[in-house]
């Protein structure tokens, strides 16, 4: 616990050291957001940052695997299938979207273990033709 103003915090400050561009795009958010305190703007980053990644650690987790990939590249959508078929008992459901004529995404709504879908993401991952795979998942109490 420190002493702030004679009065006691309970919480840690620390400086951040921000480059212009990082900090012209903070503000403007802050100003379109109405937020008045760069403390507070950051709090709610950290707040985010750890919802967003806690899921890594352990416990159950929900939420959507988002994957963006060529379909043109050989086999890609019969892998994919493949895999949500071995991750069957966490996998809810799947949306299937065309981009352009090469790229789909694929939304992958998930519940369970972290671990099995930490796997089921780097599975994915691995597929030929996967571009891009961007997990946004939660801690599910």
Wanted: net charge positive; proline share 1%; with cysteine.
């Amino acid at each position: 616990m420190k002493i702030l103003s004679g009065k006691r915090a309970h919480g840690v400050k620390f400086g951040v050291y921000l480059n212009e561009d990082l900090d012209k795009g903070l503000r403007e958010c802050m100003k379109t957001l109405g937020i008045k305190s760069r403390s507070r703007a950051i709090q709610e980053a950290i707040q985010l940052f750890i919802a967003e990644n806690k899921w890594r650690l352990k416990g159950k987790v929900a939420g959507v695997i988002g994957v963006v990939y060529n379909h043109d590249i050989h086999g890609v959508d019969e892998k994919l299938t493949d895999i949500q078929h071995e991750y069957i008992d966490i996998i809810i459901a799947t949306l299937h979207v065309h981009l352009t004529r090469e790229k789909c995404m694929l939304a992958i709504l998930v519940r369970g273990d972290s671990q099995i879908i930490r796997d089921l993401v780097k599975e994915i991952n691995s597929v030929k033709g996967v571009l891009f795979v961007r997990p946004m998942l939660l801690e599910a109490i």
